[in-house]
């Protein structure tokens, strides 16, 4: 009963954990973007995922988890997939409010329950499906009543849907047939994802912003 009960805990403190980081790291990442006057959101999700490269090599080397080696193509595949899901990811957080941004993250859910019911013939309860549908229907009130919407933003954050989508559901695949954690996946793919975002980023931020990330000199944004 106490292993249980110190089980929960855990669970509770990750999870708790989990969305701490995340939203501090959405804080953070807006408040680089649109206080300080850096608007190069695919530049710094390279960045980002350098980072999560060499601190996953601390762990693997500290022996917090055992890294596996994983068929290339596939690494390859999986991080060049994943890494354009964040870059779109954030670059829908750098033209939306913070409010709209996690909308976008949170219409993933019914969408990746939609591609995997009509490709993967996958079976949902009707508790599930209701309980999405609710999840819809606020995201739609939520778009309809943010201020801060635009064009581009709209398309960013559909195309971040999409490809978060497909990258979740790969990331799952992959998972089930080579036999390996989210982790040690991430540990093999995370050196093209930052890769892809560093050679495709400043094109990319200087297509969207009309700026040159070479060429940056720190103004900041007084709101």
Same mark, same amino acid.
């Given at each position: !009963?106490?292993? !249980?009960?110190?089980?929960?805990?855990?669970?509770?403190?990750?999870?708790?954990?989990?969305?701490?980081?995340?939203?501090?790291?959405?804080?953070?990442?807006?408040?680089? !973007?649109?206080?300080?006057?850096?608007?190069?959101?695919?530049?710094?999700?390279?960045?980002?995922?350098?980072?999560?490269?060499?601190?996953?090599?601390?762990?693997?080397?500290?022996?917090?988890?055992?890294?596996?080696?994983?068929?290339?193509?596939?690494?390859?595949?999986?991080?060049?997939?994943?890494?354009?899901?964040?870059?779109?990811?954030?670059?829908?957080?750098?033209?939306?409010?913070?409010?709209?941004?996690? !909308?976008?993250?949170?219409?993933?859910?019914?969408?990746?329950?939609?591609?995997?019911?009509?490709?993967?013939?996958?079976?949902?309860?009707?508790?599930?499906?209701?309980?999405?549908?609710?999840?819809?229907?606020?995201?739609?009130?939520?778009?309809?009543?943010?201020?801060?919407?635009?064009?581009?933003?709209?398309?960013?954050?559909?195309?971040?849907?999409?490809?978060?989508?497909?990258?979740?559901?790969?990331?799952?695949?992959?998972?089930?047939?080579?036999?390996?954690?989210?982790?040690?996946?991430?540990?093999?793919?995370?050196?093209?994802?930052?890769?892809?975002?560093?050679?495709?980023?400043?094109?990319?931020?200087?297509?969207?912003?009309?700026?040159?990330?070479?060429?940056?000199?720190?103004?900041?944004?007084?709101?």
């Amino acid at each position: !009963m106490g292993e !249980m009960s110190s089980f929960q805990l855990g669970v509770i403190g990750a999870l708790f954990l989990s969305v701490a980081s995340s939203v501090s790291i959405v804080i953070c990442n807006k408040a680089l !973007m649109s206080n300080l006057g850096f608007p190069f959101a695919t530049t710094l999700t390279s960045w980002h995922l350098m980072v999560t490269f060499c601190t996953l090599h601390v762990a693997q080397r500290l022996n917090l988890f055992v890294s596996k080696s994983v068929d290339m193509k596939t690494v390859m595949l999986f991080g060049i997939l994943n890494g354009i899901s964040i870059g779109f990811l954030n670059l829908s957080l750098g033209f939306n409010s913070i409010g709209f941004y996690q !909308m976008t993250k949170l219409a993933i859910i019914p969408f990746t329950v939609l591609l995997e019911t009509v490709f993967l013939k996958k079976q949902f309860s009707q508790k599930i499906k209701f309980s999405l549908f609710l999840l819809l229907v606020g995201v739609g009130i939520a778009s309809i009543t943010d201020l801060q919407l635009n064009f581009v933003g709209c398309i960013l954050s559909l195309l971040a849907i999409i490809t978060t989508c497909v990258g979740q559901i790969l990331t799952n695949t992959i998972q089930k047939k080579l036999n390996v954690s989210s982790t040690q996946l991430l540990y093999q793919s995370a050196p093209f994802q930052a890769a892809i975002l560093f050679v495709s980023g400043p094109v990319v931020d200087q297509l969207l912003t009309k700026q040159n990330v070479f060429a940056y000199k720190y103004s900041p944004i007084v709101l």
